[in-house]
């Protein structure tokens, strides 16, 4: 009994650690999030928030792509950038980024000229996907 107590106990630390060590890899669903995609409200978007504030949008049942919007910082200072992305799994509630940075292309660079007209709010994203299609998410 006792061994089977050391064995629980010593689960639990390695679980604790490994999510510890894990933690910006894992992306959570915010609750309150609604997403307008081309001027309608859409059900089956999704959007993940990593430790550090960034945003993954998923509209691939609109036949679109996965979007990181995420900050971009250098010594001058800090802005917002939106670009295409692939390096997720996706579960229930969460997403699993495979690397700590994703990679993404970001919208109005040389791979990909769309005009992202991206708007960072302090309860709301917008956005012009690489479709040409309007995005908005709010939150509360």
């Known amino acids: 009994m006792k061994t089977l107590a050391v064995t629980l106990i010593a689960l639990i630390l390695l679980g604790v650690l490994v999510w510890f060590l894990s933690a910006d890899h894992w992306w959570r669903r915010p609750y309150g999030v609604k997403v307008i995609y081309d001027g309608r409200l859409s059900p089956n978007a999704l959007v993940y928030r990593s430790n550090k504030g960034d945003y993954l949008v998923d509209l691939k049942a609109h036949q679109d792509y996965l979007y990181l919007i995420h900050r971009f910082e250098d010594g001058k200072g800090s802005l917002w950038l939106v670009g295409t992305t692939w390096d997720f799994f996706q579960l229930p509630g969460f997403a699993i980024s495979k690397s700590v940075k994703p990679p993404a292309v970001d919208l109005g660079g040389p791979k990909d000229e769309t005009n992202p007209q ?13 479709k040409q299609k309007q995005v908005r998410i709010t939150w509360r």
């Open 118 to 130: 991206l708007v960072v709010e302090e309860q709301s994203i917008e956005f012009t996907t690489s």
